[in-house]
Every structure is written in structure tokens, then in C-alpha cells.
């Protein structure tokens, strides 16, 4: 499958600041997906990151909370920003390639204290 | 939206016997489906998957079936063994490239020995 490097593997932030995760692919993908899972919960997609273009963000989050970037064809970053305790989960990256379909990163585990 | 609601959210089994774990789906356009094992710390892994063309796939121990009719899907493991327990996830979408799928709430699958 592809692999997907996601990092950090987790981290304990502040409430107020911002985090940002990366994702680094080992081939290029057109799309990227950001999902959270929150603690017991299953994955909730955030938004789709095309290379070139402004994220697609799916209802309930917003640009200016969880901030994309998509600077090449096998790298994305997400940002959690002004973070409060609510955002304590784990968010992970997802590919799709056409020779291994649906690929997922280890996660980031984000607990906000 | 969010997807798939009848579902156990845990189930024990005993070594050797065979797991059910039930899925069921509300968009009826959805016509890809995938189920995700996720065991701590860890993304989720691919396990099999169905396109709505099919109502019954087999892989190594896993058995997938599809019932349109009804919206439901379902995973069975055979001969279950402990390194079989984590959490499952079905997981669902059109299938056209570029699209995110959108996950089910998970079932915990424990298995003694």
C-alpha cells in the first residue's frame, strides 16, 4: 500500500495554541483526506485537500479552525488551531491511490490540557 | 452526512468461533464499501472490500456480504483469533475517484482464549 508518514505521533498542547500535523506520502496522490476520530468514536471526515486549491471542508468545520495546506502532490499539512480541550482526539490523513485504494496514516494522538 | 447505525458496539467471542460484525448503511447511492480493523495506536488497516455489483466476497478468513436491499453489510471472521481484536469499521462511498469515504461507528471485537 502507500505509505503515509503522519507526524507527530502525538503531542500535548496548551489550550490557545495551534498544532500542525503533517502528512508526507511516498507517492503522489491528487487528493488528500483529513479525518478526526475523538476518543471512542469513529473517523469524522474534516475535509479533502487537492494540490493547487483551497481544501473542501465538510459541514461542522471550518477554514479557520483547521487551516490546509497542499503544497505538492505528496505532502499536506493540518493545523488545529486556538485549540480548547474539545479538540482532544486523534486526526489522521488518508490517501487514495489507484493501484492500493484507501490508505490511512498511524494518526496524530492531540490531547489539549 | 453521517452514515450506518445497527450495530453492536461490542461483541466477546471465544477462540475458534466464527464473529458477525453488522454494518448498516443509509445512502443508497453509496456503492463501495470497505471494512477497517483499527487496533490501538494505529490507523486503520484494510480488510476487505465490496462494490455494489457483488453480494458476497471472500478473502483470507474474512467473508463480506452485501445486501442492497436492506442496506446492510456485514463481516464475518472465521475461526477468530485474539490478534483479532481491535475495533471494526465499515466504511462506505461512491465510487468515484477524488471521494473520501465515510466511516460507521465501530464495533469492538474481543476475543478470549
Known amino acids: 500500500s502507500a505509505v503515509i508518514s503522519q507526524k507527530p505521533s502525538r503531542d500535548i498542547c496548551q489550550r490557545g495554541t495551534s498544532l500542525t500535523i503533517q502528512c508526507q506520502v511516498d507517492?503522489?496522490?491528487?487528493?488528500m483526506f483529513w479525518y478526526r476520530q475523538q476518543p471512542g468514536q469513529s473517523l469524522t471526515l474534516i475535509a479533502t485537500?487537492?494540490?493547487?486549491?483551497?481544501?473542501?471542508?465538510e459541514s461542522g468545520f471550518v477554514i479557520d479552525k483547521f487551516p490546509i495546506s497542499r503544497p505538492n502532490l505528496t505532502f499536506s499539512t493540518l493545523t488545529v488551531s486556538n485549540m480548547s480541550p474539545e479538540d482532544s482526539s486523534i486526526y489522521l490523513c488518508?490517501?487514495?491511490?489507484?493501484?492500493?485504494?484507501?490508505?490511512f496514516g498511524s494518526g496524530t494522538r492531540l490531547t489539549v490540557v | 452526512g453521517e452514515s450506518v447505525g445497527l450495530h453492536l458496539p461490542t461483541l466477546s467471542v471465544q477462540e475458534g468461533d466464527n464473529s458477525i460484525i453488522n454494518c448498516a448503511y443509509s445512502?443508497?447511492?453509496?456503492?463501495?464499501f470497505i471494512w477497517y480493523k483499527q487496533e490501538s495506536g494505529k490507523g486503520p488497516q484494510f480488510i476487505i472490500d465490496?462494490?455494489?455489483?457483488?453480494d458476497k466476497r471472500q478473502g483470507q478468513r474474512v467473508t463480506v456480504l452485501l445486501n442492497k436491499t436492506v442496506k446492510h453489510l456485514s463481516l464475518q471472521i472465521a475461526a477468530t483469533q485474539p490478534g483479532d481484536s481491535a475495533v471494526y469499521f465499515c466504511?462506505?462511498?461512491?465510487?468515484?475517484?477524488?471521494?473520501?469515504?465515510?466511516f460507521g461507528k465501530g464495533t469492538t471485537l474481543s476475543v478470549s482464549s
Open positions: 488518508s490517501v487514495e491511490t489507484r493501484s492500493y485504494g484507501y490508505t
Open positions: 507517492s503522489q496522490v491528487t487528493m
Open positions: 485537500a487537492n494540490q493547487g486549491s483551497e481544501a473542501t471542508y
Open positions: 445512502n443508497s447511492a453509496s456503492d463501495y
Open positions: 465490496i462494490r455494489s455489483n457483488m
Open positions: 466504511a462506505e462511498n461512491i465510487d468515484q475517484a477524488g471521494t473520501a469515504l465515510i
